[in-house]
C-alpha cells in the first residue's frame, strides 16, 4: 500500500465554483500534514500546513481526520491562477523528517 | 532573503558520466533534504542531512549514488556512471531545526542521453 494515496484527476472546476479533494496515508503514526502546490515542471510550494483541528487560509480550508487517515482541501471561489496540482504530504516518523508525497490532484480552473 | 539554491537548473549527460548537483539551504536552515521526481510520478525522498552528517538515507539507490553537506559550502548529490533511468528532476529542500515544514529549491533537471 502506498505511503500517501490521491486520485490524480483532472478535476475540471469552473471558474467561481468550489473544489474539494482529498487524500489517504497509510501509516497512523503520522505526526505532520501539509498541502503543496505544484506548478508544471516548477518546485512544490508550501499551500499550508493541515491541523488536527482543521485550518483555514482564506480561500483554502483543509481538514485532518486521524481516525480515517484522510486529509482534505477545499478551494472556494476557483481563480484561473489555482490551476495546478495539489500534492499531499506527509510527514511518517517522529524524529525523522522525511516527507511522503503523494501524485497530486490536478486542478484545471475554466473560464 | 533568498531561498534554497540549485544548481544547475538543467545538466545534460551522457550515459557512464558523472552529475554534480549543488544546493543551498535557506539562510537559518540547517536541515537539507533531497527528492527525486520522475516524470508523471511524485517526489521521493532520498536522503536527508545535517552539516557533516548524513541523517537518513534510505531513498538512496544503494549504487552510484552519493551525498554530502560540508561543513563549508553546498550540499553536493552525486551521481556515478549515469543512465538513462536517472533522469528525472532532483529538488533539494532545507528546513529550520525543530521546524517539520521544508521549502523547496527549483530543481535540477537531469537528462542522461
Known amino acids: 500500500r502506498k505511503e500517501v494515496e490521491q486520485d490524480p484527476g483532472p478535476f475540471n472546476v469552473p471558474e467561481g465554483a468550489t473544489v474539494a479533494f482529498n487524500c489517504t496515508y497509510s501509516?497512523?503514526?503520522?505526526?505532520?500534514f501539509f498541502w503543496y502546490r505544484q506548478d508544471c515542471r516548477k518546485e512544490p510550494k508550501l499551500l499550508m500546513s493541515v491541523y488536527s483541528s482543521g485550518n483555514e487560509d482564506g480561500r483554502f480550508t483543509a481538514q485532518l481526520n486521524r481516525a480515517s487517515q484522510y486529509i482534505s482541501l477545499l478551494i472556494r471561489d476557483s481563480k484561473l491562477s489555482d490551476s495546478a496540482t495539489y500534492l499531499c504530504?506527509?510527514?511518517?516518523?517522529?524524529?525523522?523528517?522525511?516527507?511522503?508525497f503523494g501524485k497530486g490532484n490536478q486542478v484545471v480552473v475554466i473560464p | 532573503n533568498a531561498g534554497v539554491m540549485q544548481n544547475p537548473r538543467h545538466l545534460v549527460r551522457r550515459r557512464g558520466q558523472e552529475a554534480r548537483l549543488r544546493c543551498s539551504p535557506m539562510k537559518g536552515h540547517s536541515h537539507v533534504y533531497w527528492y527525486r521526481q520522475l516524470p508523471e510520478e511524485g517526489l521521493k525522498f532520498m536522503v536527508y542531512l545535517q552539516k557533516e552528517n548524513i541523517i537518513d538515507e534510505s531513498g538512496m539507490p544503494k549504487e552510484r549514488f552519493s551525498a554530502e553537506f560540508p561543513k563549508e559550502g553546498p550540499s553536493i548529490l552525486r551521481i556515478q556512471q549515469v543512465v538513462r533511468g536517472d533522469s528525472a528532476a532532483y529538488f533539494c529542500?532545507?528546513?529550520?531545526?525543530?521546524?517539520?515544514?521544508?521549502?523547496f529549491g527549483p530543481g535540477t533537471r537531469l537528462t542522461v542521453l
Open positions: 504530504v506527509v510527514k511518517i516518523l517522529y524524529g525523522n523528517n522525511r516527507l511522503a
Open positions: 501509516n497512523s503514526a503520522s505526526q505532520s
Open positions: 529542500a532545507s528546513s529550520r531545526q525543530g521546524a517539520p515544514e521544508q521549502f
